[in-house]
């Protein structure tokens, strides 16, 4: 929206040197390194003369310098060290306190995609992409979009985070936690382009095109336009996932004071799904098991019970014997955002958006029959988004003080039903391919429907006041009002269990959700940072297929629905204390945290994963207290071999337990005292990169501690040491082709065999669950691009 968030933006941005210093990326595309007039006018007098303190050539983050709260961004050289099409994501997993997890060494598979901070998972983080909400980025979302199919990662400027809490102008009705931030590359001032081509492991092979148009004309007018194709077969099992992804952005002066942004984004993905593995699995039949597809035989067997890979070795041979299951999402998202300088005093901002977002997810359940005889059904989850809303803001500045204020609503529709299909007999054909879009008109049963629509309505006030040149306070607070009603659109009782379903009305209001923060750099290089902040999260939306979703409306029975609407929304008190060093020799950031998370919904999940029970519960507090620690070295700055090189490290401890017992059918559950499930209390992590010339190369690395899966932690994922390996060389051009790039990159260099992904299935409260996923071997990627 407006002020905070543009400050932050700003002073991440801010330590971002010229592009054309990086070899690996195209410096026609690139934004100017200094703080622009209209950036500036959001920033406290005395911090933009701060700019670009530190060269991004020898940074691979920005460290928040000036910035009241901790807030680091992934700069665009540490975005060119990953393999093109990395989620950026996974590029902010390598900050401090920041947990991303994923099956495949991209992190682009998105049901095994997690992120984590400081404990939060990404259902209760803020994602904004240019200030336009992007909703939670779980993956089946009820009110977004993720960030993978909402931008291509070449056209990143850059990916920041604030693990602590957001500033109140963010976008969002999940923020508990920390606020994510992506910002587009603007288009050039010059017309040309780049051209890349990327091969690998698993057959992978993706090309990506960008063109910029440059300045048409007198007025200004510019724009950039790309495109992205890529395919990557599973790493273990049979099937092959697709991605295709255009991106547009107009920019477009208005007179000296005044611009006009379009975006526009459209992406289609198939993905074929990794099996779900327990500790149970993984010891008896291995890492590497997987669904049967394409073997419709061995499937159709083990549904009658007659098992074929050892199944019946295991503890539950069923639930580990599935023929396919399969995601497949087509994403329209686009923006219109005004921006004006109306005095040097004033300025004022206004976006309006739109997002559809249809998608499909398949599964084959041996839990159920055809009605030609066949011991399996294909169930076909439909989940289709739409929003639209709009975004205003101002900001003043008078004196000593710079005000803000801001407007934010939306109205989302979420659909999310469930047909059955009917699959073949044995040797009378196949099911079809798991990509392919299934018409409901051709199921033999609606087993239920329903359309949730949100209405919400956010505003936000706050002031930045200059107590001195280097002491500077903000204050500010937002108010919430979200309110859902959902309707049934079909319910089959012989499915269900239900005659009816429940539905109803919730809403979650806070007229009063207040943030304090300050700042003060008490040398040149030296500064403290204090964060105080409330915050709500608005309630899920899903239905019975919610599974792992923390949804009121995913339960069919009428008293337990009558009682889960009757929870509190979630609420959270955010502390932070933190300092900062920047020098030409290295960059430091040390930082405490404490979190008080009231009324945590949890779902304890049970049951076969096709026909998942998640119960919902209220398991009352949680408190975290954590400290994290990051150092970035560039010691050679004077010495012409060795002043590319840096080495940043950090540290995170984390401690998150549960303050209550709880109670649920099945009596009393002693969780106090217990660890939250799916993060870890400890990381180290670690980036060695060093330039010379046109060449460059990096070394990283992940300790990870155990991470519980179940609320009583007698079960866990061990702790893993992961390390990637990156080089790129940049030669002349030739013909029309200029700075010609080689790159490549090494995934899990060291070949661990490790648990990626704990809990995407939700969390049992004791013992073992299907609930994990195994991630890839060590995999090679090479690259080669152009610019022209």
């Known amino acids: 929206m407006a002020s905070a968030q543009a400050q932050a ?44 303190v530190v060269p991004e050539t020898l940074n691979v983050v920005a460290n ?79 009110n977004g979009l993720s960030s993978t199919r909402a931008v291509l990662t070449e056209n990143l400027h850059d990916a920041s985070i604030s693990q602590g809490a957001g500033s109140v102008d963010v976008a969002s009705t999940s923020g508990l936690g920390a606020a994510i931030s992506f910002h587009t590359l603007d288009p050039s001032d010059k017309a040309g382009g780049l051209v890349e081509q990327t091969f690998g ?36 099992g049979y099937g092959a996932n697709k991605y295709q992804q255009v991106n547009f952005k107009l920019v477009q002066p208005i007179g000296t004071r005044s611009s006009l942004t379009a975006y526009f984004n459209w992406a289609n993905r198939q993905e074929v799904d990794n099996q779900d593995l327990s500790l149970n699995y993984i010891h008896t039949l291995g890492t590497r098991v997987d669904n049967y597809y394409p073997n419709y035989k061995a499937a159709y067997l083990a549904a009658q019970g007659t098992y074929t890979h050892g199944e019946n070795l295991t503890n539950d041979p069923k639930d580990v014997s599935y023929y396919e ?51 399996l059904q294909l169930q076909g989850y439909s989940l289709d988004v739409q929003r639209v809303g709009f975004l205003t803001s101002a900001k003043y500045h008078i004196a000593h003080n710079h005000l803000s204020a801001g407007i934010w609503y939306e109205n989302n529709q979420f659909r999310n039903d469930l047909h059955l299909y009917q699959d073949p007999l044995l040797g009378q054909g196949l099911p079809p391919d798991p990509t392919t879009w299934l018409n409901p008109r051709d199921s033999f049963d609606h087993a239920y429907g329903y359309v949730f629509n949100t209405n919400t309505f956010q505003t936000y006030f706050q002031d930045t006041y ?24 079909g319910n089959d009782p012989s499915y269900t269990g239900y005659d009816t379903l429940p539905s109803g009305t919730k809403t979650a209001y806070s007229p009063f959700l207040p943030q304090v923060s300050a700042n003060w750099r008490f040398t040149h290089n030296d500064e403290l940072f204090f964060d105080f902040a409330r915050n709500m999260r608005a309630f899920n939306q899903f239905g019975l297929s919610g599974g792992a979703s923390a949804s009121a409306w995913s339960v069919g029975d009428p008293a337990v629905f009558q009682q889960s609407m009757k929870l509190k929304p979630e609420e959270s008190n955010v502390y932070e204390i933190g300092y900062r060093h920047d020098d030409r020799y290295l960059s430091a950031l040390l930082t405490g945290y404490r979190v008080n998370f009231q009324n945590r919904q949890q779902v304890v999940s049970s049951g076969p994963i096709i026909q ?34 840096s080495w940043y490290n950090s540290v995170s401890w984390n401690r998150s337990t549960f303050d209550n017992n709880f109670t649920d059918s099945n009596g009393l559950q002693r969780i106090k005292g217990k660890q939250v499930p799916n993060y870890p209390s400890f990381m180290w992590k670690s980036s060695l990169v060093y330039r010379y010339g046109n060449a ?82 060590r995999q090679f990627f090479g690259t080669v691009r152009a610019e022209f």
Do not use: C
Request: aromatic share 10%; proline share 5%; hydrophobic share 35%.
């Open 612 to 645: 998942l029970v998640g119960a919902l519960n209220n398991v009352g507090g949680v408190t975290t207290d954590g400290v994290e620690a990051s150092l970035t070295l560039h010691p050679f700055v004077n010495n012409r071999f060795l002043q590319g090189l």
């Open 696 to 777: 460059s190369a990096n070394l990283d690395a992940t300790y990870m501690s155990r991470r519980y899966l179940s609320y009583m932690n007698d079960a866990w994922a061990p702790s893993n040491f992961i390390m990637n390996l990156g080089a790129r060389y940049r030669f002349g051009g030739y013909g029309i082709l200029q700075h010609i790039t080689l790159e490549f990159n090494v995934y899990n260099l060291l070949n661990k065999s490790y648990i990626a992904t704990v809990g995407e299935q939700g969390n049992p409260i004791s013992g073992d669950y299907q609930s994990m996923l195994i991630g890839a071997p």
């Open 9 to 52: 933006q700003a002073q991440a941005q801010s330590q971002i040197a010229p592009h054309a210093a990086q070899p690996a990326l195209p410096h026609k595309a690139a934004r100017p390194s200094v703080v622009s007039a209209a950036k500036a006018s959001a920033m406290p007098a005395g911090r933009v003369a701060r700019a670009a």
């Open 64 to 142: 928040g310098r000036g910035s009241t709260r901790q807030l680091q961004a992934a700069t665009r050289t540490m975005i060119a060290n990953y393999v093109p099409g990395t989620s950026p994501l996974k590029i902010l997993g390598q900050l401090p306190g920041v947990v991303f997890t994923s099956a495949d060494p991209m992190g682009a598979y998105e049901w095994s995609a997690r992120i984590y901070s400081r404990g939060f998972s990404e259902n209760q983080l803020g994602f904004t992409l240019d200030g336009i909400p992007l909703g939670e980025q779980g993956y089946n979302t009820y």
């Open 325 to 375: 299951s399969s995601g497949m999402r087509k994403d329209y998202f686009g923006y219109l955002t005004f921006r004006s300088d109306i005095t040097s005093r004033l300025s004022v901002q206004a976006s309006v958006y739109g997002d559809y977002d249809p998608g499909l997810s398949t599964f084959t359940s041996p839990y159920g029959s055809s009605p030609n005889g066949a011991p």
């Open 466 to 489: 200059d107590i001195t040149s280097n002491l500077h306070v903000n204050a500010g607070f937002k108010s919430m009002l979200v309110t859902t009603h959902d309707g049934i659109t």
């Open 201 to 236: 492991s698993n057959s992978a092979f993706r090309t990506f095109a960008r063109v910029d148009s440059g300045v048409l004309n007198a007025t200004g007018t510019k724009f950039s336009a790309s495109f992205a194709d890529s395919t990557i077969d599973k790493w273990k």
